[in-house]
């Protein structure tokens, strides 16, 4: 083992929170504001309006009811096709088929990881409606090229921006760009309040929709803010609204959107600069940025050579290095392969992404020395002597 021992395992990702966010918990608490849509969901998304400079945020329980809400309020639906990665999460695909839509996948580009818009036009067919491109580890997608494919082709984009807390495509904030935004502030992500998300649009008409329905298919947005004097079912609703006790808690962490996530590309650099050698040995490729893409340092993901990963990350773990992979592609994934009925597209890039990326930890609060820890290791584990930190 090697001389930099640490004892105690170390995770893979925790979210960042103390007294502050108890503090702002226990004083809505206090307040007795505690339903969805009050004076503190207000605050909040007045402060996520002027940080994305958008005209209208609606907070949500969850990233996945922000796309559902995006879905519903587009009315996609039946016959309906919406473009989006493979190489996603499961809530990206779930809000398609779950209006009666098809999911129709496309290849990433192997690089960035994210959808490939030159793959983008072949995909498009007289049904299609929409195009989810997903912000894989919050490096934005080429919005230029795929904005300029919807409004060609007359399609609405809604951008994943799940994991794109405090980062910019060509200096505009992510989710900010397409017709629709949706952020994510599960314990996971950069920035969080336990469960919560956010959706994100300019379009006045589309925000009107979407907070219907987020209140149970109902106007009582409007009767909140005194525009009609009594509220009643206007349309096909849900419920959405996040708790003001977690608005309460989210808005601490907003306001730490610069502190955490420096903190988190302080350790990003460090895993980059450190993996150079391993790279340059032929072992393993590092993470790239396209140049208009800001990093907000949500993941640091490396696609591991000659098939090594399982054990890598296998021997990481024994070690007491929790890293990870994903993701497991989703078009062909057990409930994919039932839904096509065996029939799965062919996405070679996908495939071997998800089988040789992995993950290192990372975190706001974990320590430069416990990552000088982690790249040691994954030195020894790859047979490479570790040169350690660089003098600067
Ligand atoms: C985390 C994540 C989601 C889901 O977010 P929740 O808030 O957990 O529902 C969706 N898409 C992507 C790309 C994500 O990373």
Known sequence: MSEHFLPKAIPFSEPTVGEAEAEAMRQAIMLKSLGGDGKLCRETEGLLREMFNVKHVLLTTSCSHALELAMMALEIGEGDEVILP???????????????????????DGDTLNLDPNQLEAAITPRTRCIIPVHYAGQG??????????????????????????????????????????????????????????????????AHKAEIIREKGTNRSAFLRGEVD??????????????????????????????LNNKRRAIWNTYYEGTADLEQAGLLKRPYFHPKASNNAHIFAMLINNGRRDEVMVAMKKR??????????????????????????????????STTLLRLPLFAHLSQEECQYILAQLHEVMSIEYAGAKAK
């Open 86 to 108: 493979s190489f996603t999460f499961t809530s990206t695909a779930n809000v398609i088929i779950r209006q009666g839509a098809k999911p129709v996948f496309v290849e990433i």
């Open 141 to 206: 997608c080429d919005m230029d090229a795929i904005t300029e494919i919807a409004r060609r082709h007359n399609l609405m984009v809604v951008e994943d921006a799940a994991q794109g807390i405090g980062a910019y495509w060509n200096g505009v904030p992510l989710g900010s760009i397409g017709d629709i935004g949706c952020y994510s502030f599960h314990a996971t992500k950069n920035i969080t309040c336990g469960e919560g998300g956010a959706l994100l649009t300019n379009n006045t008409r589309l």
């Open 230 to 259: 009594k509220y009643t079912w206007v349309e096909l609703g849900s419920s959405f609204v996040l708790t003001d006790m977690l608005a309460a808690f989210l808005k601490v962490q907003l306001e730490r959107t610069e502190e």
């Open 320 to 353: 007491g290095v929790s890293c990870t992979f994903h993701y497991v592609p989703l078009h062909n994934s057990p409930f994919m392969t039932a839904y096509y009925g065996g029939n799965v597209p062919h996405l070679p890039i996908t495939d071997r992404v």
